[in-house]
T-cell receptor, first 115, second 114 residues
Framework: DGGITQSPKYLFRKEGQNVTLSCEQN?????MYWYRQDPGQGLRLIYY???????QKGDIAEGYSVSREKKESFPLTVTSAQKNPTAFYLC??????????????FGEGSRLTVL | AQTVTQSQPEMSVQEAETVTLSCTYD???????LFWYKQPPSRQMILVIR??????QNATENRFSVNFQKAAKSFSLKISDSQLGDTAMYFC???????????FGGGTRLMVKP
């Protein structure tokens, strides 16, 4: 089945450690996104990529980094510079320009807890 | 910058009844898209319904319909004949024509009671 797979589902990190969240899609979508979800704040865009080897900062990129070496993969690294990393992280993909503007396909999310 | 506001953090409804979730937004643009996304407990977020701002007719998808008031910048979601499976977080979202950069509201947690 086509879809988006995020791993791990749950992750615990000690302060000062970097962690990488995986996001893989087999939908052949060009664009991929990382959102952070906090209670009462909805989803906030961290980074997005509309094509391989290119990505752009979203609204809250500080303390995060990404790469897009393959169309299928868009890993997110939460660095030690992120002051409050405990959150639920959602990866999504889409195919801009296909008449389905705004339709994002989401993974099941990764919950990161800093101990 | 666009903003999306959902003023109801939590709502509940009895099974088979109708419930309306509110959403307001702010933009200076004339052409845009509005969405309602559903996030069930421990499951993937999915698109429920979308509305193009240039269309006057309100979008409908089975039991889900919207009341789009462009002048008032209001975009409410009506769920008819509520089912237990409708229990979820619902997010209102906005985007301009290009790039699929969505701005989300804070969400409304809906509980459907048997």
């Amino acid at each position: 089945d086509g879809g988006i797979t995020q791993s791990p589902k749950y992750l615990f990190r000690k302060e000062g450690q970097n962690v990488t969240l995986s996001c893989e899609q087999n939908l052949n979508h060009d664009a991929m996104y990382w959102y952070r979800q906090d209670p009462g704040q909805g989803l906030r865009l961290i980074y997005y990529s509309q094509i391989v080897n290119d990505f752009q900062k979203g609204d809250i990129a500080e303390g995060y980094s990404v790469s897009r070496e393959k169309k299928e993969s868009f890993p997110l690294t939460v660095t030690s510079a992120q002051k409050n990393p405990t959150a639920f992280y959602l990866c999504a993909s889409s195919t801009p320009g296909t008449g389905r503007t705004g339709e994002l396909f989401f993974g099941e999310g990764s919950r990161l807890t800093v101990l | 910058a666009q903003t999306v506001t959902q003023s109801q953090p939590e709502m509940s409804v009895q099974e088979a009844e109708t419930v309306t979730l509110s959403c307001t937004y702010d933009t200076s643009e004339n052409n845009y898209y509005l969405f309602w996304y559903k996030q069930p407990p421990s499951r993937q977020m999915i698109l429920v319904i979308r509305q193009e701002a240039y269309k006057q007719q309100n979008a409908t998808e089975n039991r889900f319909s919207v009341n789009f008031q462009k002048a008032a910048k209001s975009f409410s979601l009506k769920i008819s004949d509520s089912q237990l499976g409708d229990t979820a977080m619902y997010f209102c979202a906005f985007c301009l024509n290009a790039g699929n950069m969505l701005t989300f509201g804070g969400g409304t947690r809906l509980m459907v009671k048997p």
